[in-house]
C-alpha cells in the first residue's frame, strides 16, 4: 500500500514539475476587470497584459481540487491537442512547436517530465522488484564473502599440516619433495583466494581498492551476479536522471546532419525530447498491459511496430526529408537509439 502511495505521489510530483515548467500558461474562461491582483495593471480579457495572470480567480476550497487537476492533466484542451498529434503526426507536431505554434500544445520539456515521472509510477506499480531486491543481493554478497573466508581458513589450515610435515625429523627425499610440492600448491591456493577476496572488496567498493567500484566492470559484474539488485538500482534511479537520455542522443543526431545550417541543436533537442517522451507514454501503456494481463504476442508485435512506425513518421516529417532521404538514414537512427540507450543505462548501472 506504501508503495502504491508513493508512486501516486510521484506521478503528481512529475505532473507539478511539468506544469512549473510553463508557469505562463495560465487558463480563464471569464474577463476580468479593474486591477490585476498581481501587479496592478489595468484588465480588460481574460489575461493580465502585463504579468500573464489569470484575470478570475478561484477563492473556494473545491478550487484546490481544480488546480490539482489542472496541474496534473491540463484539462482545458492542451493535453487532448497534444497526446493525439503526437501519437499519430509526432513529425508535424515537431515542426509546428519548432517553428512557433506553442500556445495550443504542451511544451516538449513539460511532457518529458510528466512521462518519465508517470512510467516511474507505473513501474513502481506494477513491478515486484524493490528494496527487498537491494537486501538479497547485499546478503548474496555477504554469503559469497562468508564462504570465500571460509575457504581461506581450510587453506591456512591445510599450509600449517604441510609445514608441519614438513618440519618433521627423518623424513625421506622423496617425502620431503612430495610435501614441497604439496605446500606449493596450497599456498598457491591460498594466493587465489586471496586475489579473490580482495576482488570481492572492491567489487562491494570496500577496502583500498574501492576506486574499482566506479568502473564499468564492476557495473557489469554486480549485475551479473545481483540482477535484483541492479534492476532495482535502474528503477531508482532511471527516471530522476533521465534528462540525461536527451543530452546523450543530440551529438547522435547532429550525426545524421552534420555540417548541415538548416537544422540546429534546437530542433534536434525538440525532436529527442517527443520522440522520448512519446516512448515512455507507450511504455507506460505496455506496463499496463501486463498488469492487467492482456498482453500477448499479437499485443507486444503492435506495440513494437507501432513504436517502429512512430520514429519513422516523426524523423520525416520533423525533418521535411524525402521518403529516399529516410529511409537512407533511418538504419542509423534505430542504431543511434539503441547507443544512446545503451550508454544511458550503464550510467545509471554504474551509480553508486
Not at 510530483?13 to 515548467?21: H, N, S
Not at 511544451?107 to 510528466?114: D, E, I, R, T, W
Not at 517522451?277 to 494481463?293: E, K, P
Not at 508485435?301 to 537512407?328: C, E, N, P
Request: hydrophobic share 45%; charged share 20%.
Amino acid at each position: 500500500m506504501t508503495g502504491g502511495i508513493e508512486a501516486a505521489g510521484d506521478a503528481v510530483t512529475g505532473a507539478m514539475l511539468a506544469r512549473a515548467v510553463e508557469p505562463a500558461h495560465g487558463e480563464a474562461h471569464e474577463e476580468g476587470h479593474g486591477a490585476c491582483l498581481n501587479c496592478g495593471a489595468a484588465l480588460d480579457g481574460n489575461y493580465c497584459a502585463q504579468c500573464g495572470q489569470a484575470a478570475h480567480l478561484h477563492r473556494s476550497f473545491a478550487a484546490i481540487g481544480h488546480d490539482l487537476l489542472h496541474g496534473v492533466l491540463h484539462l482545458e484542451g492542451k493535453i487532448f491537442t497534444t497526446l493525439p498529434e503526437l501519437a499519430l503526426r509526432p513529425g508535424k507536431l515537431t515542426r509546428r512547436y519548432i517553428h512557433g505554434e506553442r500556445a495550443k500544445f504542451v511544451s516538449p520539456f513539460a511532457l518529458f517530465l510528466f512521462s518519465a515521472f508517470l512510467m516511474y509510477a507505473i513501474f513502481s506499480l506494477t513491478s515486484h522488484h524493490g528494496p527487498e531486491g537491494a537486501d538479497k543481493g547485499v546478503k548474496m554478497n555477504a554469503e559469497a564473502q562468508a564462504e570465500l573466508r571460509e575457504e581461506q581458513d581450510k587453506a591456512d589450515a591445510r599450509i600449517r599440516k604441510v609445514e608441519a610435515d614438513l618440519a618433521e625429523p627423518g623424513i625421506s627425499p622423496g617425502r620431503r619433495e612430495a610435501l614441497t610440492e604439496k605446500l606449493a600448491e596450497a599456498r598457491d591456493e591460498r594466493q587465489g583466494l586471496t586475489m579473490a577476496s580482495n576482488l570481492a572488496d572492491s567489487l562491494m567498493g570496500e577496502g583500498v581498492n574501492g576506486g574499482v567500484a566506479k568502473t564499468v566492470g564492476k557495473a557489469v559484474s554486480a549485475a551479473a551476479e545481483n540482477p535484483e539488485f541492479a534492476y532495482y538500482k535502474l528503477k531508482a534511479n532511471a527516471y530522476k536522471f533521465s534528462w540525461a537520455l536527451i543530452l546523450i542522443s543530440l551529438p547522435f543526431m547532429w550525426l545524421l546532419f552534420p555540417f548541415s545550417r538548416r537544422y540546429k541543436i534546437y530542433d534536434h533537442a525538440i525532436y529527442v525530447t517527443y520522440s522520448i517522451a512519446f516512448m515512455s507514454l507507450l511504455f507506460s501503456l505496455s506496463m499496463v498491459l501486463t498488469a492487467v494481463h492482456v498482453t500477448s504476442g499479437l499485443v507486444t508485435l503492435g506495440l513494437m511496430l507501432f513504436a517502429v512506425w512512430h520514429m519513422y513518421r516523426q524523423f520525416k516529417d520533423a525533418y521535411i526529408l524525402s521518403r529516399a532521404g529516410t529511409v537512407l538514414r533511418l538504419p542509423l537512427l534505430y542504431g543511434f537509439a539503441c547507443v544512446s540507450l545503451s550508454l544511458f543505462f550503464t550510467m545509471i548501472a554504474m551509480m553508486g
